[in-house]
């Protein structure tokens, strides 16, 4: 009689990974604060012009551009812990001066900017470490419920906290709102700190050999070969990275749009609840995304839902003016949240089951560079062509726009996955780019 193989425990019996889940729900149901206070400072208090609004979008995510290749490869060469948890406390403390400045009467956008690149750049350093070290601590085969649970808290926070956050700024004024996400990051830190499973030591293949080390420029070269030569990682980043540039255009004018009395005129607390709502299909996409790849397969599910994702802003692009713009805004967030939940999920769990540990933040770091760094671009292209064209227009440029990413995983093999492909060791050569797997349709 054979015996079976023990049940693999659940992550929510798992105290460590109880603590990193715990950690990133605080965080990001603080960030919301920050997402919806920073964007009205600038706004309503401030009375900075479209094109200063965007450029905070473009300041945020210039570190991106700056930084996120060399955070790759320094991040494969630590531990990644210590990173995380240096990189919650310097965000917490950026993002305390903005209130300070307030309460001395000395708050000035360029002080926005210059806070939105600190925290930009620590956010390099932390999401990399974050998404490079979450496979160290559960097994490879736990990645995609790790990955649905950390998203299911984002959608939750997206859900929450942007109500929340409308109630605090309406209460407490924008930037003393902004302490609420400070404090967050302190807890977060707190939390990961307190993760007792000894992260593996960072071994390389130098050491291993007796001989030195790469150089950084050397294994930054890696990591963007591993990537750039691997079919289904290619159009992944393709497609990722020209959506979050087409959403950049709208969205760096978005709050511009909806606040502004000339458009539609929302109030925050409206806007809050507007993203309370309409993030509830964010929440429904983390729960659902893992048996959506099991419905309709991996490669297809990662496609529709890239093109599914475009029609948030055109819901926006056809809001009437006033309250009655609220439906609208609702329903773009809730296909907006779905998709990108469903997206995510899948398309992040498939990249770590197919990269070595040892490449994990290179390749991490490789995507978020190739993806995040066009969302600078996009909020000045946006910027400039609200001051060109209009505000509305651009809108109706972006929404268009929108629906072109889903043509390169389509086009590539990523449309043919049908299974999560088993997990790759460190015994796999680095730069080897594996075969996307597949099994056959079913009926």
């Not at 000035?108 to 210059?114: A, F, G, P, S």
């Not at 050999?209 to 591993?226: C, D, K, Q, Y």
């Not at 458009?263 to 964010?282: D, K, M, R």
């Not at 093109?307 to 802003?313: N, Q, T, V």
Request: proline residues 7%.
């Amino acid at each position: 009689m054979t015996s079976q193989a023990p049940a693999r425990r659940s992550l929510t019996r798992q105290p460590d990974f109880i603590k990193l889940w715990t950690a990133e729900t605080v965080s990001v149901f603080g960030s919301q604060v920050s997402a919806l206070a920073i964007p009205v400072v600038a706004v309503l208090i401030l009375n900075a012009p479209p094109f200063q609004v965007a450029l905070l979008g473009t300041i945020e995510f210039l570190p991106f551009i700056l930084f996120t290749l060399p955070a790759g490869a320094w991040v494969d060469r630590l531990r990644r812990r210590p990173i995380m948890i240096a990189g919650d406390i310097g965000r917490a403390v950026a993002l305390s001066t903005i209130p300070i400045a307030f309460a001395l009467n000395a708050l000035t956008i360029w002080q926005l900017y210059v806070v939105g690149f600190i925290v930009g750049t620590l956010t390099v350093f932390f999401d990399v470490s974050n998404q490079s070290y979450l496979p160290s601590i559960i097994e490879r085969d736990e990645l995609v419920e790790g990955n649905s649970k950390l998203q299911i808290s984002q959608s939750a926070a997206q859900i929450a906290g942007p109500g929340i956050a409308g109630v605090l700024i309406d209460l407490l004024k924008a930037p003393i709102a902004i302490l609420v996400d400070a404090a967050s990051f302190i807890a977060s830190a707190a939390f990961v700190f307190l993760i007792r499973r000894p992260e593996p030591t960072v071994e390389h293949p130098a050491d291993a050999a007796g001989e030195r080390r790469p150089s950084i420029f050397t294994e930054v070269r890696e990591g963007l070969g591993f990537v750039l030569r691997n079919t289904s990682l290619r159009a992944i980043a393709g497609g990722t990275g020209t959506s979050n540039l087409f959403g950049s255009i709208g969205f760096a004018i978005y709050p511009v749009y909806v606040l502004g009395a000339s458009y539609l005129g929302l109030t925050p607390g409206q806007l809050g609840l507007v993203f309370a709502i309409g993030n509830v299909g964010s929440l429904v996409g983390a729960v659902f995304a893992n048996r959506f790849a099991r419905w309709f397969g991996l490669g297809p599910t990662i496609v529709g839902s890239l093109f599914i994702g475009a029609f948030m802003l055109v819901f926006v692009a056809i809001a009437p003016a006033g309250s009655a713009a609220i439906p609208f805004l609702i329903v773009g967030g809730v296909f907006g949240g779905l998709a990108q939940m469903v997206y995510n999920i899948n398309q992040v769990s498939y990249r770590q089951a197919i990269c070595p540990p040892r490449m994990q933040g290179r390749m991490n770091a490789t995507i978020r560079f190739l993806v995040w760094g066009t969302m600078p671009i996009g909020s000045i292209i946006g910027g400039v062509l609200a001051t060109v064209i209009g505000v509305h227009e651009t809108i109706w440029i972006a929404a268009i726009l929108g629906f072109v990413p889903a043509i390169f995983p389509f086009l590539s093999p990523v449309r043919t996955l049908r299974e999560m492909p088993t997990p790759v060791d460190d015994e796999a050569p680095a730069t080897a780019a594996p075969a996307p797997a597949s099994s056959s349709p079913t009926g």
